[in-house]
């Protein structure tokens, strides 16, 4: 709906094949009403934005979907779970979202049927919100239109097939036809409707507040509507372009090379703000609020991140599309024993020899290994029935316990049963890389019966020698209790 990036399906296409497509990174400028700017994600792993009127949308490489911004009527916490999502659009209180078979999930404000009276099956393509209305682009290229027909949104819908793209608006539409001719309908005040361009050639459209702009194959741009800030007559000339995307009286340009054009309103510093890069994919406008991917380059070297991980000059251990390097120098939690390997790509830090106790039948020893970054330390075992996440946060560590009775008990009463050896001082390993040690958990047929069916984890912790505090916390290990 208002305004998002004008679904060009190829693109999403591309931005859906989760894994395919390069992880790219979100860009967020203007107006911070509602947190569209503060609260964006900051995650490496996006292919495609959206935007609605008071929230935004992004669409992450496995298919999963994030929201941010106003929570109004559940279009934030109404947000459907699960992977597979192909795209997403915002409306001014609801919103929708095609999956990868074709079917369509809305929800939010349904008081003129933009909820409710979306199609069923499979087979759609692309999806778009207006603001009191919704539409789909099905397999054969038929628009499928539903919710309030104010202004003509349903009733004036173009027929017949042959569509690619759908853009939308609070109360108008725009789309593109095989042929490359563009379609408008719905709201025609500020000549939205009647002034679209007329002719062939065009390969893609987006649909601002009040006014549009689309793209042409050879790379120029027209615009045309409501002319806030220069919206229209601002339209940068020349050719080169290869995307667009419009707001609320501004409008945004891709160039081949990356960067952004920005023209029209300046409300908040939406035109000012642009930043200047040269690495950019993909963009999204909203009310006073833009958006653009950007591949990730975290080193600087002028090589995206994932060209350097393909290529294997950069290490990607634990397979998050991130350089290693990147990771090592970001935190200094990141690698602890300074190998210059991330912590969390060695082997496990705990392990245990078994993982099942039959209560009632016999006594089980789990014996529990434990591998600290530093020999010499000090560790405590530590354990839980309550479960491992979401854990406890100790000194920018999480130690993977939930807190509970049994936690405060082997706090307080180390190398004491259950937990026997789980208080000492790590010694050198036999490989000399770190300290290792050992502890046992005992668990035997004296345990009450109304224990069984719980799991125990325990995990430990380390402390630095000359301070005190806390330098490490290992990962947990289970204790499954059956009969």
């Known amino acids: 709906m208002l305004p998002r990036a004008s679904l060009c399906l190829g693109l999403a296409l591309l931005g859906a094949l989760a894994g395919q497509a390069p992880a790219q990174q979100l860009q967020s400028w203007g107006s911070d009403l509602q947190q569209l700017v503060s609260s964006a994600p900051t995650s490496t792993d996006l292919t495609f934005v959206a935007v609605g009127e008071w929230q935004s949308f992004a669409l992450h490489t496995d298919g999963t979907l994030e929201a941010w911004g106003i929570d109004d009527f559940?279009?934030?916490?109404?947000?459907?779970?699960?992977?597979?999502?192909?795209?997403?659009?915002?409306?001014?209180?609801?919103?929708?979202?095609?999956?990868?078979?074709?079917?369509?999930?809305?929800?939010?404000?349904?008081?003129?049927?933009?909820?409710?009276?979306?199609?069923?099956?499979?087979?759609?393509?692309?999806?778009?919100?207006?603001?009191?209305?919704?539409?789909?682009?099905?397999?054969?290229?038929?628009?499928?239109?539903?919710?309030?027909?104010?202004s003509g949104e349903i009733s004036s819908a173009p027929t017949g097939a042959g569509f690619t793209q759908l853009s939308a608006s609070r109360s108008f539409y725009s789309a593109l036809h095989s042929n490359g001719t563009i379609h408008s309908w719905g709201s025609d005040t500020y000549g939205q409707v009647s002034s679209a361009p007329t002719g062939a050639g065009f390969i893609q459209v987006q649909r601002g507040f009040n006014h549009g702009v689309a793209l042409r194959a050879d790379g120029t741009l027209v615009s045309w509507g409501q002319d806030t800030g220069g919206a229209?007559?601002?339209t940068p000339t020349g050719s080169g372009f290869m995307q667009v995307a419009a707001g609320t009286g501004h409008s945004l340009a891709l160039r081949a090379n990356g960067s952004i054009a920005s023209w029209g309103s300046n409300t908040s510093g939406k035109v000012s703000s642009t930043p200047a890069s040269s690495d950019f994919v993909r963009i999204a406008a909203g009310l006073n609020t833009s958006f653009a991917l950007q591949i990730p380059d975290c080193n600087g070297n002028g090589i995206p991140d994932y060209q350097d991980i393909a290529s294997g000059s950069s290490g990607d251990c634990n397979a998050?599309?991130?350089?290693?390097?990147?990771?090592?120098?970001?935190?200094?939690?990141?690698?602890?024993?300074?190998?210059?390997?991330?912590?969390?790509?060695?082997?496990?830090?705990?392990?245990?020899?078994?993982?099942?106790?039959?209560?009632?039948?016999?006594q089980t020893l789990q014996t529990l290994t434990l591998r600290s970054p530093h020999a010499g330390e000090v560790y405590l075992v530590l354990g839980s029935s309550s479960g491992a996440s979401p854990g406890i946060a100790i000194g920018g560590l999480n130690l993977p316990l939930n807190p509970d009775a049994y936690t405060a008990h082997t706090l307080l009463h180390p190398n004491s049963f259950p937990t026997l050896g789980s208080f000492g001082v790590t010694v050198p390993s036999a490989t000399g890389s770190g300290g290792e040690a050992a502890t046992q958990f005992l668990v035997h047929h004296t345990f009450d019966p109304v224990l069984i069916g719980l799991?125990?984890?325990?995990?430990?912790?380390?402390?630095?020698?000359?301070?005190?505090?806390?330098?490490?916390?290992?990962?947990?290990?289970?204790?499954?209790l059956v009969p």
């Open 74 to 150: 559940g279009v934030i916490a109404g947000l459907p779970m699960g992977q597979g999502f192909l795209d997403v659009d915002g409306g001014f209180r609801h919103a929708i979202a095609l999956r990868g078979d074709g079917s369509i999930v809305v929800w939010g404000d349904n008081s003129k049927g933009q909820v409710s009276g979306a199609p069923g099956g499979a087979g759609h393509l692309a999806v778009a919100a207006g603001a009191l209305s919704s539409a789909a682009l099905r397999a054969d290229g038929s628009i499928a239109v539903w919710g309030t027909d104010f």
């Open 232 to 234: 229209v007559t601002d």
């Open 320 to 362: 998050n599309l991130i350089p290693d390097s990147c990771e090592l120098t970001a935190s200094p939690f990141a690698d602890i024993d300074g190998d210059g390997v991330l912590d969390e790509c060695l082997p496990p830090a705990l392990t245990a020899d078994v993982y099942e106790s039959h209560v009632l039948v016999s």
């Open 455 to 480: 799991t125990f984890h325990h995990a430990f912790i380390t402390f630095d020698a000359t301070t005190g505090f806390v330098n490490f916390a290992s990962n947990a290990v289970p204790m499954n």
